[in-house]
Structures are given as C-alpha cells and as structure tokens.
C-alpha cells in the first residue's frame, strides 16, 4: 500500500494535511492542531461510530464514565 503522502498534493505553507470520512468539525481541527506536528504531511483519519483510525492505529472511542 502506498504511502498517502505520495499521492495527495504538497501545498506551500500547509502545518499539516487530513483526508477524513467525515467533514471535520471546528473542535475536531483543534483537536486535530495538537495531534499532527508541524510538518506538511497529510494523515489518514476515519472515524466509526466506537473507532478512530488514524494513520492506520486504531483508538477506540469510549464515554470517561466507563473507564475504569
């Protein structure tokens, strides 16, 4: 499988990149501007209804009342 930044478009001055399957909210870019480093590279970010994938790891999504 190739790499994303390989086939997305470099883009003078761009902090960083997201190809994701839902159109991002303004807390998600926030959230999104303290994950991803400073360093033009695109990232892959799908989001299921108990998943986050992001760059091919996986976060499951759970509510803070059940961890434990």
């Not at 399957?21 to 998600?28: E, L, V």
């Amino acid at each position: 499988m190739r790499d994303i930044n390989e086939i997305m478009p470099k883009i003078d001055n761009m902090k960083w990149g997201a190809l994701t399957n839902r159109p991002p909210t303004k807390g998600r870019i926030r959230e999104m501007d303290r994950i991803f480093p400073d360093n033009g590279k695109w990232h892959t970010v799908f989001e299921h209804d108990d998943l986050i994938s992001i760059d091919g790891k996986h976060v499951r999504r759970k509510s803070p009342d059940k961890w434990t």
